[in-house]
């Protein structure tokens, strides 16, 4: 076990650098996690909105008011650069212009241009505050139509708008009480992109070190076999990655507030067995002996382009069926799709979970078949002679 | 002398060929990462598509019926509706063929599984369609007369009652954010070539260091040509990543393009600064030091919202100091103010923030690496 | 005595606990090609270091050309050319660009430096190589390339640490003729190494040091005089009776005699016709002896015997 112990050494060396990773990374993924949370929410959140009431009849403040029963109501200098940041940076969602004479064209059955709105980009908020002004308007003219006054009209409007429908959520369990929420199953949606960064950058530039072609040659004329290398080394970029996912595991116990239970755990086997295919990437990648920044490159390429095709970033709904059918010969697409299956994100069905298991595993054995083949190719003695031969030609 | 390193310096930039594939092939395989990834989402998330919902009559509703034949009898239908009693509607949704069920009784109700666009597109069905029924409701139990008018007036498809006032002229694309932090991205990286500088005139670096330090050649002299070589090759990749983006991916920046190529240069000139100055940390290893900047330039674009795009909304909430002076996010910022705003200021005190933090860097760049002795080499 | 090239006196520096300098004075002056020897991880590399500034050094002082050595002195460096251990150059630049690179860091005149240049590449003997990239240069060539980026300036006084590690004889010789060469043309040569033929072959003076000191100074033959031996003598002898091995040991000036597979060697110290006085012994025993040899000491035995024989095993 010489190479595996001298790869450990070789790895406890760089592992400074690769902290720096570690933490980084992991500040990411609480942030995401944390960040997610707040985002999937479905119900329609209260939106900032601020209104300058141009009209100032007791029907504009009315509908102020009534804005405010479900919004927050933000006080923003009346002035074009003040809103534009502050609709920039998100401090509100919404800028209501409440045009004057509102009072009048909404008594006189008039629709057309009662509000304004600062537009900044189109949002769903705009979409959902402008649809609802559109309802407001039309239910108080049928009110109005119906012969009553104005303000009976908008206290009747605000009635039947005031309606709540009743949404609920299915759950039904079939794994008992499956303990993974659709929130904490962010954490692990974004693993795979921590996993990758962590994993190329770390176990890459051990190997790469472990690779040095001088450092190979003087391996190659010991009295070890080739293959016994192979798995040496294979077994310390596992044993390695294990420790990584081990540590994303804990935090990740930390962050749920508690133990695994129930269907999460499959979350985390779905994880260990996406770190092993990440870890047959890394062996075959270090098999090309890139220089240190080229590698940076591959990771960086590998973990963002990974992440954005299979859904990491974006939910895979949003990508476009070209997109999701590239993205099946990823590896990530299926860790994904497993993941969203048991956060019942997708249809949850254990035996399609098993499938992805199974598919990510044909990932690693196809990597480490690759990678053996590579080394084969590479590395024979056929070709260092013809290595040797070409160094003598050029000097 | 600051003219015979630079000529080298650029004469050597150009050959590594590392550094030209960081700085230029990297965007242009993200940038097409990006535009394959992105290109369908805002027809996507902007066009309905049909959704497929569940019914279950609970009880005899024939007005809600005839507003569902009247939706799904349309030539774009937006909504395919599938009758099914309770427990075959739960399986459907169970499976994904419905996003939704929709309980008809006395009053509507809407029973999904996840949280998504569909199911806000539902649940705003349903509560428009409540609203309108108790309007008419209202309409025939207190004047019958007049329902029927009533009732055109509400399903006629009056002019919005909003009208838009445009804050900007420019590209309402949001996800072209996505393209702003990945030039903000490669600017960051422009780290690399800053961190050469040091490492080249350091002499506990590397043995050229120790040679450069033998050399009369002043330190500081010696470490501007650096930086201005640098400064030169940045530029040249920021052009070339610009209009990459701009003119093969197609990327809109809006309407004031040539404005685009010096907010990224400035920003690439931030990268570099940065890069030097984490080059000429002491105490810290050169595989430390490459980490140390990888991971940090990457963090910084993560919190600009490389990774995720609602990011730099979070931290502006919690955090909103940090959005003015994450190089990553302010680099960003100056091309959406040059997308979004009519007039110059914010676009001005974004590279005016870039040139002090560049500033920055670079003074303390200079202050950690000039002429001194090494502790060991 | 000449000029003062380079005055370091009682220079001590420490790595943590371990003491490289130890109270460490030199002078060397003008026109010399002074010597630094010692084995490995003695001190010299960490005294160039010192001398260049590049190192921080805890006592002491340093000064060349007479005035005091810091990392500003630019008019001292101006007049210094530095060939280091490690092959310095630009992997990226060709010989003649990293020639002309570190040549115009101290020459700035164009016409001056472009046939400075020149008489560098011919100097080394690169002229065949101009356009080529460090990666394609042999040992032997890099080698050259790195001493051929130190002088192109030409400076009045060079440095040169180990120039010559792992470069074959030809090589080796062709850099020794230029160090010379460099000599005669006025500059003042410092040149370490533990290759004891190579700084027997070239240098005038020479200081022998060892775990931070110095341990010897002088010319060659003054070092070789403050050594017992002054002369060695072997015979070949088939066989050797230990009486007669006693006798020999007990003539005057002889402090050694061994015997080992047919060899009789005979160490001696001073006196004069000593290999008679031994040929005698034997002939008066009618012992046959095949070839005989007698050598002076060597830089060799000078080394060994100050540093001692054990084997160094410290990293330099």
Known sequence: MQVFKAMLKVMRKRFPSALVYIIVFITVSVMVTKASTKDNKFEASTLDICVFDEDDTPESRALVEFLGKSNDIAEIKNDRKAITDALYYKRINYALVINGGYAEKLKAGETADLFGSYHLDESFSTVYISQFLDEYVSSVNAYLTMGRSADEAIAATEEALSQETQVDMLRVDKAGNSHFSVDFSGYFRYMPYILISVILSVVCLALITMNKKDIRYRTNCSALKNSSYTFQMFFGSFLFVFCIWLILIIIGAFLNEEMYTGRAWLAVLNSFIFSMVIAALAVLISSFEPKDNIMSLITQITGLGMSFFCGVFIPMEMLSSGVKSFARFLPAYWYVRANDMIAEIEPYSLNDVLQCYLIQLLFAAALIFVTLLVRRLRYSSASIGSAVKKAAANS | ?377 | MEKTVVSIKELVKRYGDLIALDHFSLDIYEGEVFGLLGPNGSGKTTTINCLLSLLAFDKGDIEIFGKKMTPVSYDIKKEIGVIMQNVAVFDELTVYENIDYFCGLYITDKNKRSQYVEEAIKFVGLEDFRKFYPKKLSGGLLRRLNIACGIAHKPKLIILDEPTVAVDPQSRNRILEGIQELNRNGATVIYTSHYMEEVEQICTRIAIMDKGKKVAEGTKDELKRMIKNTETITIEILELPDRIKAEISSLPHIYDAQYAEGRLTVSCSGGKHNLIRVLDVLQKNELSFGRVYTELPTLNDVFLEITGKALRDKEE
């Open chain 2, 1 to 377: 002398m600051f003219l015979h390193i630079l000529k080298y310096e650029l004469k050597n930039g150009l050959r590594t060929k590392d550094l030209i594939i960081w700085l230029i092939l990297f965007p242009i395989g993200l940038g097409i990462c990006f535009k394959v990834a992105f290109g369908g989402i805002y027809d996507k998330t902007e066009k309905f598509s049909t959704i497929p919902v569940a019914v279950v009559e609970e009880s005899d509703n024939a007005a809600f019926r005839q507003v569902l034949d009247n939706i799904t009898s349309a030539d774009d239908p937006f909504l395919k509706v599938t009758y099914a009693d309770r427990a075959a509607a739960e399986k459907l949704l169970d499976e994904g063929e419905v996003e939704g069920i929709i309980f008809s009784g006395d009053k509507l109700s809407l029973t999904v599984k996840e949280k998504g666009l569909p199911e806000t597109m539902l649940k705003s069905f349903v509560e428009q369609y409540t609203v309108k029924e108790k309007i008419v409701t209202d309409a025939i139990s207190t004047s019958p007369e007049k329902a029927q008018e009533v009732i055109t007036a509400l399903t006629e498809n009056t002019a919005s009652s909003c009208k838009e006032i445009p804050l900007t002229q420019g590209n309402p694309d949001v996800y072209i954010q996505y393209f702003y932090n990945l030039i903000a991205m490669v600017a960051m990286f422009g780290c690399n070539t800053g961190m050469h500088i040091t490492i080249q005139n350091q002499a506990n670096l590397s043995a050229l260091g120790a040679r450069n330090n033998c050399s009369p050649a002043h330190k500081s002299v010696s470490i501007l040509a650096g930086l201005a070589g640098s400064f030169i090759m940045e530029t040249f990749c920021m052009i070339l990543c610009v209009s990459f983006l701009a003119f093969v991916l197609k990327v809109d920046f809006g309407e004031r393009l040539w404005l685009v190529y010096p907010a990224a240069i400035m920003g690439g000139m931030l990268g570099v600064s940065f890069g030097f100055f984490v080059g000429s940390l002491t105490r810290v290893g050169e595989k430390a030091k490459v980490a140390l900047m990888t991971a940090v330039s990457m963090l910084m674009c993560f919190c600009s919202g490389l990774m995720l795009a609602n990011m730099k909304a979070i931290i502006e909430d919690k955090l909103p100091w940090f959005n003015r002076i994450n190089p990553a996010a302010v680099i960003s910022d100056s091309f959406y103010c040059l997308n979004i705003d009519e007039g110059y200021e914010r676009f001005i005190s974004k590279l005016l923030t870039m040139a002090a933090i560049t500033a920055v860097f670079v003074f303390l760049g200079f202050i950690s690496s000039r002429r001194k002795k090494y502790a060991s080499i």
